[in-house]
């Protein structure tokens, strides 16, 4: 199944290619919207040795001069040090402004990459080539990039669209399973806060989405890039609609500090998250009961947690949260939804609400 769609964004809009096998028909697919001579791929050892080769090849046919350059795996080297060297390899290489980076690999190459592409010469252009399933579904899309700086995750970044995403679904295939299961988190978070049809299928095909059917996984990235491009399109420097996209991530991150980032992945976090952010939304007496099981039950159905691991508090999970810089100036605010389907801001909540949420 091949599918695209295009994010609108006026002169920065951007197509998104979906479908098993665009692996090897990248160099084509950047052919049509690039004059690039020289691409940079940016990945990691790990990716480049799955998928390097391939890439590199396709990019060849495609006419383009190729050079790669590897960065260390994990969010410990989401930093400025790593984005220099990027610059460095760029640099020795000769690129200029008419020439391209590509990101091959999982956020964490996105997000550097990214950054790198905004910055080196004042930018060049930037290509996704996401292969995690968080990455195609939410990474990818929509500009955000960055690094960790000091204690604070993102603190350095800009906004910086891509000309181009391909997501191949082919190559999740090599991801291991929790890796998985964190991107499918992200997949029903675009259920739960904009479409209720989509939640729906998800329910029907839980079981498919497990065993990694090539269709279904196709449609979930396609359902889930086009609510994200929908939301960047009206919004997309979060100056309003797109925080919902933040939906049970304020949870999430308490819940991550209190555990000091170890024991859950982000997106078993978030999938905590979005279990208590249904509860609140319950509590405060926007959400029925039924759909808040629902949340709850497809996220476990998914193999996701809902509650905290035992001996985490909800006073501490909500101490986590304090710092996070979703919450503006002291005044607790989240992101609620009244329906499956329709998410919005809630500020002014009360800590008592926010520990029962919690589970306290
Ligand atoms: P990640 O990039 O660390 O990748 C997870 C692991 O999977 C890594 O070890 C990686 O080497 C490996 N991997 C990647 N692709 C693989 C494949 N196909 N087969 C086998 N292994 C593979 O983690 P992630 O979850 O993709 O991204 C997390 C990052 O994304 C965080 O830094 C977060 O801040 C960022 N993020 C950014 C945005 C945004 O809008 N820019 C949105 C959400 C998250
Ligand atoms: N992942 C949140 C955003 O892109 O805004």
Redesign the pocket.
Known sequence: MRNHLKVNLRERSYPIFIGGGLLKEAGSLLRRVSKAPKVCIVT?A??NR??GGALSASLKRGGFGVVTTLLG???RF?NLKNVEKIYAALYRAGFDRSDAVLAL???????MA?FAAATYMRGVDLIQF???L??QV??SV?G???VDFLKG??MVGAFYQPKLVVCDPD??K???RR?YL??LAEVVKYGAIKNERFFSWLEKSADSMLDGDEGALGKAVLESCRVKAGVVERDEKESGERAILNFGHTFGHGLETALNFRRLK??EAVAVGMAMAARLSRILGLLDANSEKRVENLLSRLGLPVSPPAGVSAAEVLRGMEHDKKILSGRLRFVVIDKIGRAFVREGVSKEMVLSACGG
């Open positions: 990691n790990a990716v799955l998928y795996d994990g969010e989401k690999g999982g956020g964490v190459v996105g997000d990214g996401p292969t995690t968080l990455a939410d990474s929509g955000k990039t960055g995750k993102n190559v999740l090599t991801l291991p890796e964190c991107g982000h997106g």
